[in-house]
């Protein structure tokens, strides 16, 4: 934990229903009695008006009601023969208010709240109504939606409204244990100009969805939208399980966003909106525990301390900086709290390392089935079932079952079907396939080749063979002739070997291999060029492996033989592939 002086991020928006029960439906009938029955002049003024003076200012209010397409409730004690739902409309008469009655606002710092009356077995046209929680008794439903109003006053402003229209606020003083939050999000607002390592390509919220997003599997969203300002909406969005990837402890679904105003281009340097907003939002779709009012400093602190952990991994300041944040109606850049905040270590490359470790790990020890099956969940996409996975890939369910087992590290095995288990895992193994399927595929060409030429009694010269299974071609240049390499080695170890070979081969083909020059390029994307192949040295800390027939081809020629009395070259692609299954297996 970090204890000192950080910036005060500013509340944005916020969606909390607050349950009252302890009075049952008295406080809807009150509203009922002073917004429809009180208000004699709805026809001829319009909707009811009040002001109220709440956070210093003051506030203008409108009432307004919708009859609800539900069955009144069937007691003796229901006053009413509708069940009409209750909105009150609330704007601030601040800098920015419009002058707009409440209800026609764009209410940049306002809102609305519905009331909505709750009891045992609701019902619409005779039948009960889903997903209405059951106290066992009745209640009311108190919805607010609103704007740059500190989230730890919504329930202050909700006696304050009630109050103003003459509904006492003693039915408001004690939300029960159910009252939950919706929504809730809170900004910083950065200077244009310092603003850009939020939003790069490797800055920190890109690198989160690169990392941490499943690739196929469950919810997934990353937007990048540059089209009419760099940075003008990036944004991702994490579940609560990889919340806790990123900082240790934390809870919530949230999405990360740095974003401009609909046209940028319509501010001037000097105004606010000139400059974006670093966003953090609490998703509750993302979030598997429901959170509840009670929960909500916690929550608050969850989203700041996000805030103020990407700032960090940014490179820019936690501590009030007007030269960095731009100070708007409700944001001050100058503004500081003091208080403990756990900063941690960019998590993301440890994340990306590691995840490199487990798919490297991995593709030293696929089969060609697994591989086959890798290539599948990546390219037809879905979510199968390990049947479905047999079904596309003519693969047997057992050779399904053991590729999972054998891969659970990349492969997520959910409910609803396989995936592979993130974005980045995802992107490392597509250039991987790509890359093996070609090789692969040479490879089984190259064995079947051997065998036939073999059965012919022809032998293939060294050079021959070589450039063949490294996919050696030959340029023209005006002084040396470059063998481009199309084999794109695995690792280090990998391409010492490569050389190696061509190197050998080449001298046995050449008299002399001073005017030959070398490239080729990894997996990895690391280009080699090798100007004087003749004077290449392997690094004395390398060792090689000779470079031979996998025991698997040799296995796969001699059950093919057994089986069916023919080569493994004469036999159809199905029949092949059975064979090549159970050695491989």
Known sequence: ??????????????????????????????????????????????????????????????????????????????RMESVPLFRIYFVAKDGLYDGEPAQKSKRVRGGTMTIRPRWPGMTKDGKKIQGVPDLGKPYIDVQVQASNIEHSRYLELV?????????????????????????????????????????????????????????????????????????????????????????????????????????????????????????????????????????????????DTTLYNYLDWADLPVRADGDVFVTDEYFSATSESHRSVKLVECPLPDVEDEQEHVVMRLWGNTLESDRDLIDSLISDGGRPTRDELADRTGYSYRTVRRFVNRCEDVVRDAYDGLSIDSKHKEQMLLKRVRTAESQFRESVEHAVMNAADAVEDRARSKWSEVK??????????????????????EDREDLAEVIRSIRLAARERYRSIRRFALEVTTIDGERRRITNLDSWRPSAAKTTREVSKPDWVEDAEQLAQERHGRPLDELCDARRRRVIDDVTE
């Open 1 to 78: 934990m970090t204890t000192g002086e950080f910036v005060e991020p500013q509340s944005h928006e916020a969606d909390i229903h607050f349950v009252f029960d302890e009075d049952g439906l008295d406080p809807y009938y009150a509203l009922n009695s002073v917004i429809r029955v009180q208000y004699d002049d709805w026809k001829t003024e319009g909707k009811p008006t009040e002001t109220m003076d709440f956070l210093g200012q003051s506030w203008a209010l409108a009432a307004d009601y919708d009859q609800q397409p539900v069955d009144p409730w069937d007691h003796e004690s229901y």
């Open 159 to 303: 006696k304050t409204a009630m109050a103003a229209f003459g509904v006492s606020y003693r039915y408001f003083e004690k939300p029960h244990e159910m009252s939950n939050v919706i929504d809730l999000a809170r900004y910083v607002r950065v200077h244009r100009s310092k603003s850009s390592p939020l939003h790069a390509a490797d800055g920190p919220i890109a690198r989160t969805h690169a990392v941490l997003e499943a690739g196929q599997q469950g919810y997934r969203k990353h937007v990048e939208d540059h089209t009419k300002i760099p940075g003008y909406f990036v944004t991702t969005t994490v579940d609560d399980e990889r919340a806790r990837d990123i900082i240790p402890g934390h809870q919530l679904g949230k999405e990360i966003k740095h974003y401009y105003p609909e046209d940028p281009s319509s501010f001037e340097p000097g105004d606010a909106l000139y400059h974006p907003k670093l966003e953090v939002s609490y998703q509750t779709k993302r979030t598997d525990e429901t959170l509840r009012w009670s929960e909500l400093d916690q929550a608050v602190r969850e989203l």
């Open 468 to 489: 063949q299974r490294y996919n050696v071609s030959i340029s023209e240049g005006k002084v040396k002739q470059t063998l481009e390499v199309g084999y794109r080695p």
